[in-house]
């Protein structure tokens, strides 16, 4: 083996790019949203375990649980698209 041919692959290997996967700097909007709907659910159960253990502001809990409700029932629409659109795909001649 010839020295430049030595030098030549020490070369390419250091300067060829390797992908690397890189994370979207905004977060997506799906990550976003299911961040905002952990928050959410999160935010519930507090007012829940609050209104329990020390007789938080009853309307603060109605208020909770209701925001809790509207995105779970959200989640589980947009569940049954995707689920329903992948059906659509499945029976689509190849």
């Known amino acids: ?6 030098m030549a692959a020490q070369a390419y290997g250091q300067t060829r790019l390797t992908p690397q996967p890189t994370a979207p700097q905004d977060g997506g909007a799906f990550v976003q949203a ?20 020390t007789g938080a502001d009853p309307h603060s809990l109605v208020t909770a649980l209701a925001q809790t409700e ?3 029932e959200t ?10 659109a ?3 795909i499945l ?4």
Request: net charge negative; no cysteine.
């Open 1 to 6: 083996m010839d020295i430049r041919q030595t």
């Open 34 to 53: 299911v961040t905002s709907f952990a928050d959410t659910v999160a935010q519930g159960e507090a007012q829940a375990t609050a209104a329990m253990t």
């Open 70 to 72: 509207l995105a779970v």
């Open 75 to 84: 989640a589980v629409t947009i569940r049954d698209r995707v689920v329903e």
């Open 86 to 88: 992948y059906q659509e």
């Open 91 to 94: 029976r689509m001649p190849v």
